[in-house]
């Protein structure tokens, strides 16, 4: 049997609010003290308990940048999880689940799906199959799948009689660590880095770190002693990279913000972005590096996103670095305040966490939706810049320089994230926080009578000063105005004033670096993706794995989206005969964007809008597919459970 050492993808599953995310943040960080790379993602349905979430984790001895769709290892402590995952575990792969579930059968399941539940009918039946958990192993078992029953609930009951605390045998949570531990043991993997990361995880909670820890060691020792150590899949240890970090992409906004000078946050729940500002309402006091001074941040939950943004706009008039954070539908409800800071000049960030629409849509999954949205929020027209991220490290870097653009030009940005970026995990290399330095903009710390705060200037923006400086006198109003901020109709000054803020975006244009515009990833080749946001990560492993093959393909991806950089991009793409437009939405919005500004279509559309995001497997396929001439213009992918 050749053994597969540090190359994994491991699944566990179970009902949302048993543990989940807990088990896989622990096998996450027990991997990365062990000196490993990981790239996990996080997959939930939007109720609060019971219905099935999973999370994946792929680990390497190298930096991973996207998912696959097959599962080596799945770990399993209901029966949903089995019934939705087995047959994606690959042959040779494991399947470690709770024994007492062999008998369930998919008519007791209440939370599966009616089309989920019907279709694996059909897949079994056509197999001769019954409808129990026993019959599914039976089938996997058949392909090739590698069993091993576990029962979480009576080995719990026994730690708890060893240890004589009867009341540890209802800590039915703790099965999700026992599980994950167990899986631990199948993979030879150190009980001492499994222990640290436990007592990691629940630093802050130490009253139950150690009946965890016990669990843990009681379930993995189990595991050996019943299974043995003859297993296809390790994970073993390597010289631990200590410049490494492991993050969530909205903590890494997080800290991008407060890093950036940030100091006043205000949202309304939704998701995904509400882990955002709940991971900056858990840090608001910190302490400064090399100094006994403490930063204080405010972050204010208002009663809806008007009010959101609204006061956020409030914060920046004082002179504080505001933001606001959201998805789809809250920032609907903010762009009439999105309006009301542009036709005043108002320097504030909206951070939005895309998620699939219409309306309520799949509020915690995926989707690349709402890029023209962003572009075209608000009536009429004022200056906004909406700048793209695309992997968790430019969330932290991109969050910095677009507080810089904001102050500098005077305008909304409207940075745009993912439901997929935001949760995933990941190691990357240490922040440097050196990077990117902090521009506040043109401030009039001092003003004499007659201040004018829309004076017109040369390049159109004027000083600000921050509310309550001496004689810093001007008005705020949602309707047009003369330069002390005097509403007005008068045409001349209507269309002085319209002259002045509009030509803000040419000056964007002519200033911002062009790699802050667009990334180019050039293997001098004809061929050229072109992408925007978290399809990054996959494109460029994929086309990583295109070259070993001996097919070079360019990478384009687009990080400023409005105002859009067309002389530079169109330069871009003059030597690239054919073009493929990735994203994740249903019309190709992007490639929309191209064809309006450089009058150039795409030659093949690859587009998906499941909720899911694009695996490594499908990606791949398909561009293969288009190098060997057999792909249709327009390609949807359909990955995903």
Same mark, same amino acid.
């Given at each position: 049997m050749k053994q597969m050492v540090n190359k994994l993808s491991w699944v566990i599953g179970g009902a949302q609010g048993s543990g989940v995310d807990t088990a896989a943040n622990i096998f996450a960080k027990a991997c990365v003290l062990g000196g490993l790379h990981i790239y996990g993602k996080r997959e939930y349905h939007s109720n609060i308990k019971g219905k099935h979430s999973y999370f994946n984790i792929s680990v390497s001895e190298k930096p991973i940048r996207s998912c696959v769709d097959e599962i080596d290892f799945l770990v399993a402590f209901d029966a949903e999880t089995i019934f939705t995952h087995a047959l994606y575990v690959v042959n040779g792969g494991v399947i470690l689940y709770d024994s007492s579930l062999a008998k369930i059968s998919i008519e007791e399941i209440p939370t599966m799906e009616d089309f989920a539940m019907k279709e694996l009918k059909i897949k079994m039946s056509s197999k001769n199959k019954g409808e129990t958990i026993k019959d599914l192993l039976d089938l996997v078992k058949e392909n090739g799948v590698n069993i091993y029953p576990v029962e979480f609930k009576s080995l719990l009951r026994e730690?708890?009689?060893?240890?004589?605390?009867?009341?540890?045998?209802?800590?039915?949570?703790?099965?999700?660590?026992?599980?994950?531990?167990?899986?631990?043991?199948?993979?030879?993997?150190?009980?001492?880095?499994?222990?640290?990361?436990?007592?990691?995880?629940?630093?802050?909670?130490?009253?139950?770190?150690?009946?965890?820890?016990?669990?843990?060691?009681?379930?993995?020792?189990?595991?050996?002693?019943?299974?043995?150590?003859?297993?296809?899949?390790?994970?073993?240890?390597?010289?631990?990279?200590?410049?490494?970090?492991?993050?969530?992409?909205?903590?890494?906004?997080?800290?991008?913000k407060i890093v950036a000078g940030c100091r006043f946050q205000t949202y309304y729940p939704i998701t995904p972005a509400s882990d955002e500002s709940e991971y900056l309402e858990a840090n608001e006091v910190l302490n400064l590096v090399d100094s006994s001074?403490?930063?204080?941040?405010?972050?204010? !939950?208002?009663?809806?996103?008007?009010?959101?943004?609204?006061?956020?706009?409030?914060?920046?008039?004082?002179?504080?670095?505001?933001?606001?954070?959201?998805?789809?539908?809250?920032?609907?409800?903010?762009?009439?305040?999105?309006?009301?800071?542009?036709?005043?000049?108002i320097p504030i960030v909206i951070t939005l966490y895309q998620r699939a629409g219409p309306a309520t849509g799949l509020p915690t999954r995926h989707e690349q939706g709402d890029l023209l949205f962003a572009i075209h929020a608000g009536h009429g027209e004022f200056p906004k810049i909406v700048f793209a991220s695309g992997d968790v490290e430019e969330a932290f870097y991109d969050t910095m320089k677009v507080f810089n653009y904001a102050e500098k030009y005077q305008i909304p940005v409207i940075h745009m994230f993912d439901k997929a970026l935001a949760n995933t995990v990941l190691t990357i290399k240490r922040f440097d926080t050196k990077k990117v330095k902090i521009d506040r903009g043109l401030f009039a710390n001092k003003v004499s009578n007659g201040y004018e705060r829309f004076e017109f200037t040369k390049n159109g923006i004027s000083p600000r000063v921050k509310l309550g400086t001496e004689n810093g006198i001007f008005w705020n109003t949602g309707d047009e105005h003369e330069p002390n901020g005097h509403i007005t109709e008068h045409p001349t000054i209507r269309t002085k004033m319209m002259d002045k803020r509009m030509g803000k975006m040419d000056l964007v244009l002519k200033e911002l670096p062009d790699e802050d515009k667009i990334q180019i990833y050039d293997k001098k080749s004809d061929m050229t993706v072109i992408s925007w946001g978290s399809t990054k990560g996959v494109i460029l492993d994929v086309l990583d794995l295109l070259t070993k093959d001996?097919?070079?393909?360019?990478?384009? !991806?687009?990080?400023?989206?409005?105002?859009?950089?067309?002389?530079?991009?169109?330069?871009?793409?003059?030597?690239?005969?054919?073009?493929?437009?990735?994203?994740?939405?249903?019309?190709? !919005?992007?490639?929309?964007?191209?064809?309006?500004?450089?009058k150039r279509e795409p030659d093949y559309l690859i587009v998906k809008y499941n909720g899911r995001p694009m695996s490594l497997n499908e990606v791949y396929n398909v561009l293969k597919k288009i190098i060997d001439g057999k792909a249709n213009k327009i390609e949807v992918l359909t990955s995903g459970t």
């Open positions: 730690l708890a009689e060893k240890n004589n605390e009867p009341s540890m045998s209802k800590l039915i949570r703790m099965i999700n660590v026992m599980a994950m531990a167990s899986s631990f043991a199948l993979l030879c993997y150190d009980e001492s880095i499994i222990t640290n990361a436990i007592r990691y995880t629940f630093k802050t909670k130490p009253k139950i770190i150690d009946m965890n820890v016990k669990a843990a060691s009681y379930s993995y020792n189990y595991t050996k002693a019943k299974f043995g150590n003859n297993f296809k899949y390790r994970l073993m240890t390597r010289e631990v990279d200590n410049s490494l970090i492991l993050i969530q992409g909205y903590q890494a906004a997080g800290l991008g001074d403490k930063v204080a941040f405010t972050v204010i !939950q208002s009663e809806d996103e008007i009010a959101a943004i609204t006061m956020a706009t409030g914060g920046a008039l004082s002179g504080a670095r505001s933001a606001t954070c959201t998805s789809g539908p809250g920032f609907s409800l903010m762009v009439e305040g999105i309006g009301w800071a542009g036709i005043n000049e001996g097919n070079k393909i360019n990478y384009v !991806q687009v990080k400023l989206l409005n105002p859009f950089p067309s002389k530079l991009l169109e330069s871009l793409l003059s030597k690239t005969h054919l073009l493929i437009d990735i994203e994740m939405n249903y019309s190709g !919005q992007l490639a929309r964007l191209i064809s309006e500004n450089i």
